[in-house]
């Protein structure tokens, strides 16, 4: 009786691997590795320049700036060109407005979006934060050198970081975006 139910649970086991095997998408799979041309996959690295001199107004918290893709991003399997060089971007950013005894100012750059060449929005991953200048140091000289006087040296504020034209940022693609 051992060797009988033994045997029926190999012949079941047997059954069930060959069923598996012939209903398994073994044909998705082999469309999905071919279809690899038109995939922007996640992760995917490219570079954004920046188009326009950037300086904080310390009016907005949050805002845009305009650039551009640097160069060419290709697809999963490098064979074809999806996001073409000079393809406008827009780069959002938040900011710490600088303030009293010296606190400097402080940009960051967190998101952007561009399109590939279907027109489809790309959304983009970048973690860059700027920093002004502080000036704690001459704040807290002239308290002491000046005192009681010199502590008004309190109200000097830090300035806001300045981005120039042409500078380039390392972002990456947040999530899978087929190409048509």
């Known amino acids: 009786m051992k060797k009988e139910i033994e045997l029926w649970k190999s012949v079941m086991s047997c059954m069930l691997i060959v069923a598996l ?56 399997d490098g064979a074809r060109v999806l996001i073409k060089a000079g393809t406008p971007a827009i780069i959002e950013f938040t900011v710490e407005s600088n303030g009293s005894w010296g606190k400097a100012g402080k940009i960051c750059l967190t998101h ?39 502590l008004l040296s309190g109200c000097m504020k830090g300035s806001m970081p300045k981005i120039p034209n042409g500078t380039i940022f390392n972002a990456s693609v947040i999530q899978d975006v087929t190409v048509e």
């Open 21 to 76: 095997m012939l209903c398994s998408p073994i044909e998705m799979i082999a469309q999905t590795t071919n279809n690899r041309n038109n995939v922007l996959e996640s992760g995917t690295p490219l570079m954004l320049r920046l188009n326009e001199d950037f300086r904080s107004d310390n009016k907005a918290d949050t805002g845009i700036i305009n650039a551009i893709v640097d160069t060419d991003v290709y697809s999963a």
């Open 112 to 150: 952007a979006t561009t399109k590939a060449i279907d027109n489809k929005r790309v959304s983009l991953r970048l973690s860059n934060c700027q920093k002004g200048g502080s000036k704690l140091g001459g704040v807290i000289a002239l308290s002491i050198i000046f005192f009681p006087i010199g």
